[in-house]
């Protein structure tokens, strides 16, 4: 039975019967359902659903497999529970994938933290050490493609070398793989931004005496980086991590700038960072502005977004934005009293001239007085639903030490085959320890330099690994591990 090319008629669909089902049965909201699926109105054209024109859909009648193609059957006859395979939920088996252990040095690769606009940033191992590090990845190929990406990235590294503060995130390690055109760039680990915990906090804004422990390392921070030159230019909620101690870094200097020790002040001439959290100056398009007053009115609106789970300035649009921040006027919610309203007002002033300097700051009321107690507080939300924040790396080693390693295979951290019998390693000194290194990690994971002895022969890998036993020796190594 021909139809048109690669249309039928619905009259014409109807009389190619060829399967078991001689009779046209009557419409029921299966058959309805085909229809759709197959885009079937009465004596109207039959289309098969594009993307897949031609798509070939198997089913069975309980005599062997007949193929439907849309064209040439009566879908009428066809039973939709036939034609799809129900399967219950419970059913469902998630294959989740191998953890593959990727070493880069002396750092175990664990899981994904965050991405920003320039890279990646994954949870570490210092196998030396055992502490907890991050880890920021930037790809060439992606520096390449964003305008002074490059030289962003080198300008940030340097200023991080150079500082040195508990409130400020910590450059501990660099490593440069040519052969994979990448830079890791080891940092203190973090459990998360100031940010995140806004967001899952009610009415996404923390207790007085939360906020205030806070704001007092913010200005730490901030008083040791302008001490040292350096104007941040990008202060807000989502730059300001916390460690599981609750300690606040100062983080992201990719828009930082640091004066020379002749300049004579802290004037800028480029001010980025988040459009909410610029300061008038800019808003209205000033020239150069006081890079100092830049930092201490995007604390002011942090501390005004943190207190209230507000932003004082808001605007449809960027340009609403900035109108309304170049305005400068703004309203603080009738909640916030004295001497809190204060402080706000002070750092929140349109003329950087008379904004408060942090020696104001530091000397104000609010930041002195012992924050009223409160009887909630706002936890570090989970990351990947584990409240415990448990180290991710634990997984990947695991099944190095411990699974069969079978097939060779290593994975690089985006997931693809590293075709390599051994896991990667990138520095010339791992390249040439491997053995040695591999046995250090193995040893600080099990603490027990006898376990190659007691495992039996059976253990023995493809790999010619042996594998060892999880021992609680294992877990409370492990748990012993350092946050920082
Ligand atoms: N040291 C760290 N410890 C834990 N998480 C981190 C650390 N540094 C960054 N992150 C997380 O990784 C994510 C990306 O951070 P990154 O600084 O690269 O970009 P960003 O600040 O989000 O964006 P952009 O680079 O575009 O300004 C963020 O969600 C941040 O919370």
């Known amino acids: 039975m021909a139809g048109n090319g690669n249309s039928l008629t619905m009259s014409e669909k109807i009389c190619n019967t060829n399967s078991s089902a001689e009779s046209v049965a009557p419409a ?3 058959t309805e359902l085909v229809n759709r699926v197959f885009s079937v109105e009465s004596d109207e054209e039959l289309k098969p659903i594009d993307p897949v024109e031609n798509a070939k859909i198997w089913i069975s009648d309980g005599h062997g497999a007949k193929e439907l193609d849309g064209m040439d059957d009566d879908l009428e006859n066809v039973n939709i529970l036939q034609f799809f395979h129900r399967v219950d939920s419970d059913q469902i088996i998630y294959q989740t994938k191998k953890k593959r252990l990727k070493l880069i040095g002396k750092y175990v690769m664990g899981d994904l933290l965050g991405e920003g606009s320039y890279g990646k940033v994954k949870e570490m191992l210092d196998s030396e050490s055992l502490c907890r590090r991050a880890v920021k990845i930037f790809k060439e190929k992606k520096l390449r493609r964003i305008p002074n990406g490059e030289q962003n990235v080198e300008k940030e590294i340097s200023l991080l070398r150079k500082l040195r503060h508990q409130n400020v995130i910590r450059l501990i390690d660099e490593l440069r793989v040519p052969e994979k055109k990448k830079l890791y760039l080891i940092l203190e680990f973090c ?5 995140v915990m806004l ?3 009610p009415g996404k804004k923390l207790p007085a005496k939360q906020a205030h422990c806070y704001f007092t390392q913010l200005l730490d921070g901030l ?3 302008h001490g040292a030159r350096v104007v941040h230019k990008d202060i807000k909620p989502g730059n300001l991590l ?8 100062i983080s992201d200097f990719g828009v930082a700038e640091r004066f020379n020790m002749f300049a004579k002040d802290d004037t800028c001439f480029i001010g980025q960072g988040s459009p909410a959290f610029q300061p008038p100056e800019i808003a209205n398009g000033a020239e150069s502005f006081p890079g100092f007053k830049f930092d201490i009115w995007s604390s002011g609106v942090t501390l005004y977004n943190v207190m209230t789970g507000q932003y004082p300035f808001e605007g449809d649009n960027i340009f609403r934005l900035f109108e309304n921040i170049g305005k400068g006027d703004f309203t603080i919610p009738s909640e916030i009293e004295d001497p809190l309203r204060d402080l706000l007002l002070g750092m929140l002033r349109k003329n ?3 904004r408060f300097n942090l020696q104001q700051i530091r000397q104000h009321s609010w930041v002195n007085m012992k924050p009223p107690p409160s009887d909630y507080k706002v936890p570090i939300p989970p990351l990947k639903n584990d409240q415990w924040h448990n180290m991710t790396v634990f997984p990947y080693l695991i099944d190095y030490y411990y699974e069969d390693y079978g097939n060779g295979v290593t994975y690089d951290e985006d997931g693809n085959v590293a075709n390599s019998e051994k896991p990667q390693y990138f520095t010339e000194r791992e390249l040439n320890a491997t053995d040695q290194d591999k046995q250090l990690v193995a040893e600080q994971v099990n603490g027990n330099k006898q376990a190659n002895q007691s495992t039996s022969s ?3 890998r493809r790999s010619g690994r042996k594998k060892r036993p999880i021992t609680c020796m294992t ?5 012993m591990c350092k946050q920082s």
């Open 28 to 30: 029921t909201p299966e």
């Open 191 to 195: 459990v998360g931004s100031l940010q």
């Open 199 to 201: 967001e899952s906090a």
């Open 223 to 225: 008083e040791y980086l």
């Open 242 to 249: 916390l460690t599981l101690e609750e300690v606040l870094k």
């Open 352 to 354: 950087p001239v008379e």
């Open 458 to 460: 059976s253990s023995i």
């Open 475 to 479: 877990v409370r190594n492990f748990s």
